[in-house]
């Protein structure tokens, strides 16, 4: 017999509890430390159980908390999304999903392939009416007043045409809403200028679509942005196609990384370097704290029907639970619900104006 959640009055999570570099173990301490720290939560765990069962058993804070889902198969980081597709409905990561689809969880999360989590995801859970393309959002951090600023598309497809980057304007200033509580965002699009004559073809397009949908949708759009801004304080939400998106994520997180050897590298120098760390020792922990990327870990499937957050597949327990508070906050805020709302009321006024412009022109 299938258990079910029993979790009155809590939102619950559906976890693949497989697929990550570091195996079920680290998966289960995430689900251990958001458990000690929200009492509002509670698990679908899929996997092997009987391997599931002995790992949580060994976490008292999650008695009670954790409904398991037996999977025999495991979607590996080198199987194509197709293949996925096709014959993955024993994987760990197609349960996840499937709870969503069934409303049993609120939504999911998965340190697996992503781009098997994406093409299961759009499968399973269907794109948004009005969607073209799926995005996927993550959290930069940034000079603005609440720490991070929005970014997307990081990955989902290397395309985007004009109408493309409005919908993901739309969806970026959603989940800027949701969840960074800012209730007007600021929408920039990445450019290689800011003056209005630069760019592509479809960046201009984007740019004129944009600032008209700007005051229907409730962001103020502040043009074009430069590479500079991602981190800065111009915008919140910073829109481009998956590729440009990927490769500026991964150039950061490079740059992230050498500037910490760096750091390490300065401070062992001499005598008088290691003692000014000793003396620094509270202001480097808090800048370590500011930029730690496990604190923001996870990245926003957008545009399909259900919330699904990646969580980065080297995640260790502190960025699992990270993924986990991001999952918990947008299904508590209602933003799935919200983000189809907004999607389709943008979609008809999109509609209407195509309509009306024959006749305006007369």
């Not at 600032?211 to 829109?239: C, K, T």
């Amino acid at each position: 017999m299938t258990e079910q959640p029993t979790h009155a009055g809590r939102i619950t999570i559906s976890v693949d509890a497989m697929g990550g570099d570091a195996g079920p173990a680290v998966v289960v301490a995430g689900l251990a430390k958001s458990a000690d720290k929200n009492p509002d939560i509670g698990f679908l765990l899929h996997g092997p159980e009987q391997v599931l069962r002995k790992l949580v058993a060994k976490r008292r804070v999650l008695e009670g908390r954790v409904v398991f889902r037996d999977c025999p198969d495991v979607v590996t980081m080198e199987d194509k999304p197709s293949q996925v597709v096709r014959n993955g409905k024993q994987t760990s990561m197609w349960s996840t999903l499937e709870a969503v689809r069934q409303g049993e969880a609120h939504g999911a999360v998965s340190c697996g392939n992503t781009g098997a989590l994406m093409a299961l995801s759009m499968m399973r859970l269907r794109k948004l009416p009005g969607v073209n393309r799926p995005a996927i959002a993550i959290l930069w951090p940034s000079r603005n007043p609440q720490g991070f600023n929005v970014m997307l598309d990081v990955g989902a497809d290397v395309r985007a045409d004009s109408k493309d980057l409005l919908q993901y304007a739309l969806m970026g200033a959603s989940y800027a809403r949701n969840g960074m509580a800012l209730k007007r965002p600021r929408i920039g699009l990445l450019n290689v200028g800011t003056e209005e004559h630069k760019g592509r073809a479809e960046l201009k397009e984007a740019h004129a679509m944009i600032a008209e949908f700007a005051d229907q949708a409730n962001f103020e759009f502040v043009g074009f942005v430069e590479g500079s801004d991602i981190p800065g304080d111009r915008a919140d939400v910073i829109v481009t196609d998956g590729f440009t998106g990927n490769v500026a994520i991964k150039t950061g997180e490079g740059t992230a990384s050498l500037i910490g050897d760096l750091l390490r590298q300065a401070f062992k120098y001499s005598p008088l370097s290691r003692l000014a760390s000793i003396l620094a020792i509270t202001s480097l922990n808090r800048l370590k704290k500011r930029i730690d990327p496990r604190r923001v870990n996870g990245g926003v499937f957008l545009g399909l029907n259900g919330t699904v957050v990646k969580s980065h597949g080297g995640a260790d327990a502190t960025g699992v639970s990270a993924a986990i508070k991001l999952a918990f906050t947008l299904a508590q805020s209602g933003f799935s619900e919200k983000l189809a709302a907004r999607v389709a009321s943008t979609a008809q006024l999109a509609q209407d104006a195509a309509q009306s412009a024959p006749q305006t022109d007369k």
